[in-house]
């Protein structure tokens, strides 16, 4: 058969990761002459692609955009931080659901992240707000995403600025949860494929 014998480069066809790419420049890099400016820094757009990595526990993910936070930390240079360990603590503290808590257990859930997202906000303002807002959209999580919009709205005072930070947000969002997917099922696809004989 010609389809065993043939190997193609990606499972979705080349076409497909075209669009791939160009939302990943649209999220993180900008086309020039075509992308809306940017609002959020190229680092923070980063960390909360870091921190989605993470929350979709796409190893990929996380190592590809883990080399690129410190490639920009170390641009900027910025003071020594255990980022990553920061943002691995903030993405299991957004674990926690509305859904499967008490009212008591949210409430004191929210208290302790408000005093968390303040300690980690003299390393890098708003960060863990907007994370908590990305993870928010990921999950379809209206209360998570309220108690982010309340201080977002509060830290980006301007309306247009507030519009540019969520709009920065939702793009890392919608290009991780394609990126994330396709990432972390291709080799399983691959395997039950190979299984067949179909070589990609």
């Not at 909360?48 to 883990?66: F, N, R, T, W």
């Not at 939702?170 to 997917?181: I, Q």
Request: hydrophobic share 40%; with cysteine.
């Amino acid at each position: 058969m010609a389809s065993q014998a043939a190997v193609r480069e990606s499972i979705q066809g080349q076409p497909f990761n075209d669009v791939l790419n160009e939302l990943h420049a649209h999220t993180f890099s900008g086309a020039p002459g075509e992308s809306d400016p940017f609002t959020l820094s190229e680092l923070e757009r980063e960390y909360i692609a870091y921190s989605l990595g993470l929350y979709y526990q796409c190893d990929h993910c996380v190592q590809y955009h883990g080399r690129v936070v410190e490639r920009v930390r170390k641009s900027l240079g910025n003071d020594i931080w255990a980022w990553q360990d920061e943002l691995l603590k903030v993405v299991l503290f957004l674990r926690t659901s509305r859904a499967n808590v008490s009212s008591r257990e949210w409430e004191g859930w929210v208290d302790a992240w408000r005093r968390f997202a303040g300690r980690l906000h003299h390393h890098q303002a708003g960060l863990a707000c907007n994370i908590a807002y990305a993870v928010g959209i990921a999950r379809a999580d209206e209360h998570l995403m309220d108690i982010a919009f309340e201080s977002l709205r509060i830290f980006y005072p301007d309306d247009e600025i507030l519009l540019g930070v969520i709009r920065d947000i939702d793009r890392v969002v919608v290009f991780m949860k394609a990126a994330t997917s396709k990432n972390r099922t291709d080799p399983i696809v691959r395997r039950q494929l190979g299984g067949q004989g179909i070589r990609v």
